[in-house]
């Protein structure tokens, strides 16, 4: 069975749980401090980040790399298109999210509010959650933008784009930094996509000194 | 003809124009101020981040959906092996420049003494210049190690993950700040893929107030 070394927010190791899930791939969970430096984690990966798959026999690291790499040898049901175009507009979307919806957000937002005091690195920078909590709504806003001529973020078909998304949103939703009221168009895309069998173990995490806010794993919030 | 908006010293465009070179696919190079926010260029890439690429009738913007579309489209010569694992492998590496070297060095290095300079954004920040002068090191070592047993960074073929980590390199040596002798196999490396015939535009760059180093561009350095 493969292993997923992981932290339950983390929106990198979210997206490998959700496109391990969607290919009904099984996988045990093995929560990793990677802040401790661990030796043996070290050996595993290098770089000293999560998420670490274990698959086939082979120890990987990266996210954007796992998920290609579960893609093309899983390839059902699909999570990249078929056309270099759409897959192009697909990647392109990981990216932003993964990158610049991780600058200006994910790491203002969640690494002040949670990842900090977990770790024991001090308290939130109130600038940093300030320019979090504002940049959210211009991604917010791109996002309604999206949807506003495709059902899914990044054409007709869910794609890992729309699990790059839906992993750093979800965990901002834990701490109750996304306002699903800001577009109707974004709230029906992630009421569509949390109500996934896929996303049932993302739900039910729950993270010591952070309680699961009420509306956080309802299907109709 | 395709048209990449870029900035020359740019590791990210570099990898592009790279990519686009070794392919063969002629290309016409337009500096793009970004910081500079023009409206038509936020138009083209509401990121307001180079590289652009106009290609195909598209434009296109994130460096890694770029380089996968244009192996894609242009298969030959290829920059990414066959099989599965290979793939994950260079993509995992082209990864950990972008994001961990691009993050530990080139930003603290590049940025600092560069960007900051070009962008009217002030003066390089000493403990930054100071930590990525220590963290190239440790890099360069974890090149020479996978060389160590490898003809290339990835495997035995040159491919995409070369490119990323001599986009990477190339900038940063433009500044003098690589010691090229502290490891012989990384220093063979860089002799065999600078003198490829796709590194000559890169080679031909010249920034103002940056005069080149005289060893920059010269194959047997």
Request: proline letters at 7%; glycine letters at 4%; aromatic letters at 12%.
């Amino acid at each position: 069975m493969a292993k997923l070394y992981h932290v339950p927010l983390s929106p990198f190791c979210r997206k490998v749980r959700l496109s391990l899930a969607e290919k009904k791939i099984e996988c045990e969970l093995v929560e990793e401090k990677y802040w401790e430096k661990d030796p043996d984690f070290l050996r595993r990966n290098p770089a000293a980040k999560v998420p670490v798959l274990k698959i086939d026999g082979r120890t990987m690291a990266e996210s954007a790399a796992i998920c290609e790499y579960i893609e093309e040898k899983y390839p059902e049901p699909p999570l990249m298109p078929r056309s270099s175009e759409a897959r192009y507009e697909v990647r392109r979307l990981v990216g932003w999210f993964d990158d610049k919806f991780h600058n200006e957000v994910t790491s203002k937002l969640l690494y002040e509010r949670v990842n900090k005091k977990v770790t024991k690195a001090g308290f939130p920078d109130s600038g940093n959650v300030k320019a979090g909590a504002k940049a959210i709504k211009y991604h917010l806003d791109y996002m309604a933008w999206l949807l506003d001529h495709r059902r899914w973020l990044a054409g007709d078909t869910m794609t890992l784009a729309d699990f790059a998304a839906a992993a750093h949103l979800s965990s901002l939703d834990y701490i109750r930094d996304v306002d699903w009221n800001r577009s109707e168009a974004v709230k029906d895309w992630y009421a569509k996509i949390k109500s996934r069998p896929a996303f049932r173990s993302i739900l039910a995490d729950q993270v010591p000194g952070f309680p699961q806010p009420p509306h956080y794993a309802d299907l109709d919030f």
